[in-house]
């Protein structure tokens, strides 16, 4: 599906890429800035992502050899008159619209992700980057504060100080320099990074599709629950898989016949 700003594709069933969702953020000419209508359309199918029972892995990357160069600040001008407050609130519901997908996300970031596009890529759960990947914090710049989730994720990434020193000096920070300081998974030459990408979004695709959103909501939750209450969640949770999943069933039965277990996300 080709929207104004933006593709979206689901592999098709019974291919390598069967599960497998990937939104391309399409517009090249601007390093894919995102302006109002992106906003729009990537709400929109972060919203539909939910409903769609066959997708196991969503994949957030950028056309062009960029990733996402922040909001576009050029087309402010073109938008009718409106309350900030009614604006930021837009990038708000986009922003948790991707925190709220329930499968794992991978943001493959090529070039410069920066400002909104910088906080959108740490909105993934998973980043791999290309050696020439730029990222930056770049709001102080402009001007401006965080946004996009910047205050909640960067201090949970790399640390209180660390995001702090980001937010305030709004550097440019090479690929290798994130990669160090914990704000992404991998780093890789930028001619594998489309292959590498592929081999973990496929992998996570073949997984067990409940017990990964289980796992992952837990991880997002657990640095806001006490212990007992981590352990709690883990105890019901764990209930469901062993009690519900027939894909824990087939867990069992490929381990004891020593085999590959196929899941069908029941």
């Not at 960029?66 to 930021?88: I, K, T, Y």
């Not at 994720?153 to 914990?182: M, N, T």
Request: glycine letters at 8%; proline letters at 4%; charged letters at 25%.
């Amino acid at each position: 599906m080709d929207l104004e700003t933006l593709s979206f594709i689901i592999g098709d069933a019974g291919s390598d890429d069967a599960g497998i969702a990937t939104i391309t953020l399409n517009r090249p000419e601007k390093k894919n800035a995102i302006n109002a209508q992106m906003w729009r359309d990537l709400r929109g199918v972060l919203r539909q992502i939910v409903d769609e029972d066959t997708v196991r892995c969503v994949v957030l990357t950028g056309a062009g050899g960029e990733f996402c160069s922040g909001a576009d600040l050029s087309s402010r001008g073109d938008a009718p008159p409106r309350h900030q407050l009614l604006s930021m609130r837009e990038v708000s519901e986009v922003a948790m619209a991707l925190h709220r997908l329930p499968m794992p996300t991978i943001a493959k970031v090529d070039g410069v992700a920066v400002g909104a596009g910088c906080n959108m890529a740490l909105g993934c759960d998973l980043i791999v980057a290309s050696d020439r990947a730029r990222f930056s914090e770049i709001f102080a710049k402009r001007g401006l504060a965080l946004d996009f989730g910047g205050t909640w994720l960067l201090p949970r990434l790399i640390g209180l100080h660390r995001a702090k020193e980001l937010a305030f000096f709004a550097d440019v920070i090479s690929a290798a320099e994130a990669e160090r300081i914990g704000l992404v998974n991998r780093v890789v030459p930028t001619a594998e990074l489309d292959a590498y990408v592929t081999d973990w979004s496929r992998r996570i695709a073949a997984g067990p599709p409940l017990a990964l959103r289980l796992s992952k909501k837990l991880l997002n939750e657990g640095s806001m629950l006490t212990m007992d209450q981590a352990l709690e969640a883990e105890g019901w949770t764990q209930t469901v898989t062993i009690g519900s999943s027939k894909d824990t069933a087939e867990a069992f039965l490929a381990f004891l016949e020593k085999r590959a277990p196929n899941f069908t996300g029941r």
